[in-house]
């Protein structure tokens, strides 16, 4: 399942409805991105976060497809927000739940990094000398970079 | 076509969306970016380096030979950084 919100969300509401009921699993794992205080040794008073609507609902369920095809999930929830956010203020999450725990961490670990070179989301931050288009990082695509090997072919 | 821009192309280029009318010669990725740039003004400046602007075609990522039609929507934007 996949959300695109301007809104906040609960992470522990969030994780008992993606999970009630499912007793086949054994493992939920999650990650929660936040907006930081500073970038570069600078100070961040806030951001804005712009998508491409329509685009990013795509990549983000495509993304879902991607890891599901992976890894045995039972469920698998990526929540994305956009607007102003200030330091502090939840940006994403991504939960996967799964038989055990193996499958929901690397699962989870894969979504996150795969999301950030692929779903359309740009990032507006506010400095005291004013505001500022954040440049992608070759640290993300190098993150990304190490779940093209699939993990059953990887053994091989 | 519909012509969509992002982020800082956006800023540059001074609107968010529009409409255009490429002539008919103009029949790839690569070829529109050429003949926007040409325009001249705000996207000469958003397009002086294509190594920073990514495209979208149909809400698809595509490569810069990638074929542009009239009924198209296209998207210029930068690398992505969210998460």
Known sequence: MIRVQREDFDIGAEIGALCAGNHRIGGIASFLGVVRDEAGGEAIEGMTLEHYSGMTEKELTRIEAEARRRWPLEACLIIHRYGRLEPGERIVLVVTASGHRGAALEACHFLIDWLKTKAPFWKLEETRRGEKWVDARGADDAAAARWVREPDKAAE | ?83
């Open chain 2, 1 to 83: 076509m519909r012509m969509i821009y992002f982020a800082w192309l956006r800023a540059k280029i001074g609107v968010a969306e529009e409409r255009i009318e490429p002539p008919a010669e103009i029949a790839t990725v690569a070829d529109l970016l050429d003949w926007l740039k040409a325009k001249g003004g705000g996207y000469g400046d958003a397009l002086a380096d294509l190594s920073v602007v990514r495209v979208a075609v149909n809400q698809e990522y595509v490569k810069a030979d990638h074929p542009v039609a009239a009924g198209d929507e296209v998207a210029l934007f930068p690398p992505i950084t969210g998460g």
